[in-house]
């Protein structure tokens, strides 16, 4: 059985940089940007610890799709996806399980 995948958008506590990543089991690759797993990787480096937006797929394949799409999008576009879907900016870790 195929498994799904998410794309994510975090950002840091003034929304001033945002970082795009993929993955299989969101909860868990979250809670390893908010623990900075990977010291040296560019979420740790400037603070992206907070999810601001998450789209699931049902293969990974799509969500990479997806992920390339977004990389390639305008800032103000990224911003205006956010606003649409978590307008107040909420960190949405905080409802994953």
């Given at each position: ?53 998450y789209e699931q797929f049902s293969s990974i394949q799509e969500a ?34």
């Amino acid at each position: 059985m195929e498994r799904g995948g998410c794309v994510y958008i975090l950002t840091n506590h003034a929304h001033t940089v945002f970082y795009i990543g993929v993955t299989s089991e969101l909860y868990f690759r979250i809670k390893e940007h908010k623990e900075k797993y990977y010291p040296n990787s560019f979420s740790a480096k400037y603070n992206c610890n907070k999810l601001v937006y998450y789209e699931q797929f049902s293969s990974i394949q799509e969500a990479i799709l997806k992920e390339k799409q977004l990389k390639n999008w305008r800032r103000g576009w990224k911003i205006n996806l956010i606003n649409e879907l978590n307008p107040n900016w909420d960190d949405l870790f905080l409802t994953l399980e």
